[in-house]
């Protein structure tokens, strides 16, 4: 598996390509995919549809899990290009199979297992599709394959065969290409820019940013916390931003009484490619904003820190 770094990158001929390739593979058959609303998901249905029309069925999975985004808005995103997205609700699946997890890499197992044996399973079976497509770049097999973090949607650079695993291929049109990569490739395929300049998001979204058991109310409590952080960095320019939930608790004081409440950890990266990043120097004016916002408007909160440790040894991701 070659890369193709960005500058090497004709666009143009690399949708060509993987477009006839994707149809190849297909042939008459239907396939699948999940659109998160992410850069990589999105360029990945827009490939395929390209590629299958109708007879790519594309679903948005809502897990519980996801930024503070309605479905909707994606929904009427992609109607607008020409593709049809169906909403599937499996929150209940994706809770109950984290239920008293806190290892991170048995969380991002159980979040695995279930979107693709629980959920695509069942919905391969329903449609008779024989293939997925889906979004996996380059990085996020590097960093599996080196141990740093079992990436959700990385199988056979482990010996793993998805087809004897969940009962269907998977297609990765993007595998050979970093993040700007994907960037490029996005806008050459017609996606707005709201969508190509997105910041990205992780597979096991908002589950990878609460250290500890990801229940519906700590999910909840991160998901404010990047509301109210995402708005605030908007126009930092930078890469990636996010809010962590710790998993102790810490002892802190309102109306003086104690206050014995819950911890979010400030990410803010300067990165191209998600390889090695380093923390942006915000202005203490903006920190001092997001922390006094937070421990204000979400419940149970009454400390802020922020992350100054460069890409390596960090990862921009905590879990």
Known sequence: MEEITVEALNSEKFIEQQVSAISETVGDGLAINALSGGIDSSAVTMLGHRALGDRLKTYFIDNGIMRQEKPEWIVSVFKDLGVHVEVIDARTEFFDAMSGITDPE?????????????????????????????????????????????????????????????????????????????????????????????????????????????????????RQATVILEGELADTGAFQYMAILHEDRVTGMRNGERDYGTQIEIRCWESVDARTARPTRLPYDLLERLAERITNEVPGVVSITYGIATKPPSTMEVV
């Open 106 to 222: 048995e969380k991002r197992e159980a979040i695995t297992q279930t979107f693709y044996k629980d959920v695509f399973g069942r919905l391969v079976k329903e449609s008779g599709a024989k293939h997925l497509l889906q979004g996996t770049i380059l990085t996020d097999v590097d960093e599996t394959v080196a141990g740093i973090k079992r990436q959700h949607n990385v199988f056979e650079q482990l010996g793993i065969d998805p087809e004897k695993t969940f009962g269907y291929k998977i297609i990765e049109p993007l595998i050979q290409l970093r993040k700007d990569g994907v960037r490029k490739v996005a806008e050459a395929l017609g996606l707005p820019e709201e969508i190509y300049n997105r910041m990205p998001f992780p597979g096991p979204a908002l589950a990878a940013r609460v250290i500890g058991e990801a229940t519906p109310e700590r999910i909840e409590t991160a």
